[in-house]
């Protein structure tokens, strides 16, 4: 297994590190996106790589590209390392975790879609009887799937916590068409990729999607799409409503951060050797279900 915590390509220019990816300026209007084995955890990134995740988000993201462009169109210009630019296709670590995508203009949104309620949505609900501040039906236990899934935008924080927003907010910000588009396309994506996880054994409880726009103006799938970073998955065989179903995405690590008594402020914990391994298995043992294919296999 590989481990990339942090890239330095020779001969090429960040344009920015984020949380997870680092990406890389080719041109006016291509980038390269590389996805490291970095894992943040309550919107802080954890001192403690996670092997091959990286290579896991990059190669299941390009799948759910793949299969989802009928919906949405998205940024993917070149997934095959072997035909980036020379910078990245020489560099055997970058292989596997690198893209090269169209430049977008950024909408500053998270586009969460639930179909169950679980995580913070259960938590909002079990106080308030609402998610992202609007009603959901009486009675509801956790992890139980909704009447109809349910758009939640959040706002996208550089550093701290994003933040749940009404779908009236989301429009103000954003204004009511581009606000409609999104959930439109925010939904459809999640419906198609519940029932063909659904028909591999997975149940996708919920997920978040970016958008942008092209330089034609259209309205575009970027940066990650039906990660285990940016969805919850549960194994559909063992989904029971008024339980927390185990999942392959860093829940494992969450609940590890929260027995140790870490109050999800920085410097965040290391993580022991049994939790990182556990969370390699964890995504790749998704990302062979979600595929039929061993890591790297084409």
């Avoid at 995508?101 to 909002?124: K, M, P, Q, T």
């Avoid at 501040?133 to 909704?146: D, V």
């Avoid at 198609?192 to 997975?202: P, V």
């Avoid at 940016?230 to 999942?247: F, H, I, L, V």
């Amino acid at each position: 297994m590989s481990v990339v915590l942090e890239t330095n390509v020779p001969g090429a220019v960040l344009f920015r590190r984020g949380k997870v990816r680092d990406v890389y300026e080719v041109g006016s209007d291509r980038l390269v996106i590389v996805a490291s084995d970095r894992l943040s955890a309550f919107d802080v990134v954890l001192p403690t790589p996670i092997p091959d995740k990286g290579r896991v988000l990059t190669q299941l993201s390009n799948h759910w590209f793949e299969r989802t462009a009928h919906i949405v169109p998205n940024h993917i210009v070149e997934t095959d390392g072997s035909r980036l630019p020379t910078a990245f296709s020489q560099v055997a670590e970058l292989q596997g975790r690198s893209v090269l995508v169209r430049r977008c203009e950024r909408i500053d949104i998270e586009c969460v879609a639930r179909g169950y309620i679980s995580g913070s949505a259960w938590a909002e609900y079990q106080t308030d009887g609402t998610v992202a501040n609007e009603r959901l039906p009486a009675g509801l236990r956790e992890s139980e799937r909704l009447p109809d899934p349910i758009f939640t935008p959040a706002t996208k924080a550089v550093t701290g916590h994003d933040e749940n927003i009404s779908r009236a907010q989301l429009a103000a910000v954003v204004g009511k068409e581009v606000a409609r588009r999104l959930e439109e396309a925010t939904l459809a994506l999640y419906r198609y990729a519940h029932a063909y996880a659904l028909g591999r054994g997975l149940i996708l409880a919920d997920t978040k999607f970016e958008f942008g726009f092209d330089g034609t103006g259209a309205l575009t799938l970027i940066d990650e799409a039906l990660t285990p970073d940016s969805s919850r998955y549960w194994d559909a065989a063992r989904w029971q409503p008024g339980e927390t179903p185990t999942s392959y995405d860093k829940q494992f690590v969450r609940d590890f951060l929260v027995a140790a008594g870490w109050n999800k402020e920085p410097p965040a914990p290391v993580l022991p050797e049994d939790v990182v391994r556990g969370t390699t298995e964890r995504y790749r043992e998704c990302y062979r279900k979600l595929t039929g294919l061993e890591l790297g296999a084409k």
